[in-house]
């Protein structure tokens, strides 16, 4: 005989996720600068003799920098689910003018990343000051963590590298 909904209710978590933002697009843009420069001298240096350095090699340690500024910068953004009736709420609240949509894209997913974000906790005011300052990169990423507690089904997603790393230290077992 299988357990009664009391005990399973008992066991049962909301779904939470939690998302990195680098909030300093100013290093993340000179983190791309650096990379495309260190390609282009890759293509167009050529050394006059033996002793020249390559200037990549100085381009290098300052791609190193910028990315450890930029590392350094991310905020990790927690999200919960917030429940069957709470999220139906939160969707009848945020109807789409196209009858085709299940909802008002904008409008919706500032108040789903307000609602469902347990750390920072913020307001719909907050959400909206911080997306006025990240790009759209980093506010898909809000929102797909925000949306995934809600709505994925797939409880432990596949990973190659995580399973080749399981795999080499129990000896493939």
């Known amino acids: 005989m299988g357990r ?3 005990e ?9 996720r939690t998302v990195t933002v680098c909030l300093r697009g100013d290093l993340a843009g ?3 600068r650096l990379t495309a420069e260190i390609g282009k001298v890759s293509e167009e240096w050529e050394p006059v ?3 020249d350095e390559h200037p990549a090699r100085a381009l290098s340690q300052q791609l190193r920098e910028a990315r450890e500024q930029a590392k350094a910068a991310e905020e990790p953004f927690t999200f919960r689910y917030i429940g069957d009736k709470a999220y139906s709420d939160l969707l009848a609240a945020h109807p789409s003018e196209n009858d085709n949509e299940l909802f008002d894209s904008v409008t919706f997913g500032r108040a789903l990343v307000s609602a469902s974000c347990i750390a920072p906790v913020m307001t ?3 959400v909206i000051e911080l997306f006025e300052v990240i790009n759209e990169g980093e506010i898909k990423k809000l929102f797909d963590a925000a949306w995934d507690v809600h709505n994925a089904a797939d409880i432990i997603p ?3 590298a995580a399973s080749a790393l399981l795999a080499g230290l129990t000896g493939g077992k």
């Open 30 to 32: 000179e983190v791309e």
């Open 4 to 6: 009664s909904i009391q």
């Open 124 to 126: 719909e005011d907050e």
């Open 158 to 160: 596949f990973s190659l």
């Open 8 to 16: 399973i209710l008992a066991q049962a978590k909301p779904r939470e």
């Open 49 to 51: 003799d033996l002793t």
